[in-house]
C-alpha cells in the first residue's frame, strides 16, 4: 500500500482537526498513504465529490451515509462510515436582539414568538436535511411546544455561511458547529444559547466517509486511514496541543479563522452559553466536544437512533427496517482491524447502547419499543425518542 494517494474533503468546523493535524503531523504519510485534504464550502460538495469519486474519502455528518442508502439528498453512491471524529461540538445560537428580548432558552424562545407578531415566524439555519443539528433543533424547539414544521422556517445553510447570513438579518437562530458560534459571539451579531450536548449528551457528529465503490477491495487501505486518523484524534484530546491545534486550523487552507478565536472555542467549558438553567444542569466532566477515541468507534446504533428521529418527524416511513439500514451505512471492520494495531479496546458488539439524558441509554430494545410507538400514533410523533 505505499504510495497509495487518497484525496479528503473536509468543511472548515474544528471537528475536522483530526483530519487536518493527521496530515500536518504526517500520521497519513507513516501509514504510507499520499494524502491531500481539499477544504469544501459546505455538506452538499462533500456529498457530490464522494459520489462521483472526485474525493477518496471526507469529513461527513452521522446522517450523510443514511440518506445515501434511502435515496435521500441527491446522493448518486452510497457511502459508509468506517469512524466517527469524536462526539459533540455543536451549539445554537440566537439574534442578539431576540436573546435581549427573553429568548435565553427554547421556552424563553417560544414565549416571545407568542407575545410578539414579528416574531411569529422566525428563519431557523441548519447545515444538512440528514444531520445532528437538525434533529437536536426539533427535539429542542419541540421541547418549547414550537413545532418545527409550522412553527419556524428551516433553511439550509453551509456552516461558514452562518454568521453572514445572521449579520444581514437572513436567519434568526441556527444550529452549527464551531468556530462559528463563537464567531458570531465575538462580531456581536449572536448569542449561543444551548449546547447540543445538553440536548443529548456525547452525541454522535462527524464520520469518516468513503463510498461503498471506493471500499470495495480496500480493507487493507481502510484499515491504515483509520489508524492514522485515530492518532489525530488523540492528539487533538491532549490539552497540551490545543495552542498548536489552533495555529494549524487557523491557516487558510483549513479553518481560515485567528488563532485565538480558535483557542477561545478549543477552550469552551461549563461556563458556555447563556441558559442558566443549562449551566447548572451540566456535570463536572462536562465538555462541548470531544475527539477521545472513547468516542470514535462506528457505533451502528447511532445510525439506528437518526433513523428513528426520521420516523418520529414523518421523514422515513414507520415500517422501514432501521436496523438493517444502520447496518450498510457503517462498516466496523476497518475499525477493528486499526484498533487492534494500537492496542485500543473496541465494543463487542456493532449496535451498541447509546447515552441519553438523565443516565438513560437506548439499545436495540428501546429502538424496537420507540418504533411500535410512533407507528401506533400512524407516523409522525410528539414524543420525544431522547
Known sequence: ????????????????????????LGYFREEGLNVSLHRQIGWANIRDKLS???LDAGHALLGMPIASHLGRDSFNEPLIGILELGAGGNAI??????????????AGLASLMKSQPRFSRLIVGHVFSSSMHHYLLREWLASAGIN?????????????????HMRGGYVDLFCVGEPWNTLATRQGHGVPIVATTDILPRHPEKVLAVSRRFAKGKSELLAMLVRATLRGCQWCENGENRQRLAEMLSRPEYVSQPQDLLEQSLSIDSTFGSSKQQKNARPRNWSL???????????KMHAAWMLAQMVRWGHLQAGADIAGIAERCIDTQPYREAAATLGLECPAEDFQPMTLRHGRSFGLDDLNATLRGVESLS????VSVL
Do not use: Y
Open 1 to 24: 500500500m505505499q504510495g497509495s494517494q487518497l484525496k479528503i474533503g473536509f468543511v472548515p468546523l474544528i471537528d475536522a482537526a483530526p483530519l487536518i493535524a493527521a496530515f500536518q
Open 52 to 54: 462521483f469519486g472526485q
Open 93 to 106: 445560537t440566537v439574534r442578539k436582539e431576540l436573546h435581549d428580548q427573553g429568548a435565553t432558552s427554547a
Open 148 to 164: 418545527p414544521d409550522w412553527d419556524v422556517k428551516m433553511c439550509i445553510i453551509p456552516p461558514p455561511q452562518m454568521v453572514d
Open 289 to 299: 466536544r470531544s475527539f477521545s477515541v472513547q468516542e470514535t468507534f462506528p457505533n
Open 379 to 382: 407516523g409522525r410523533s410528539a
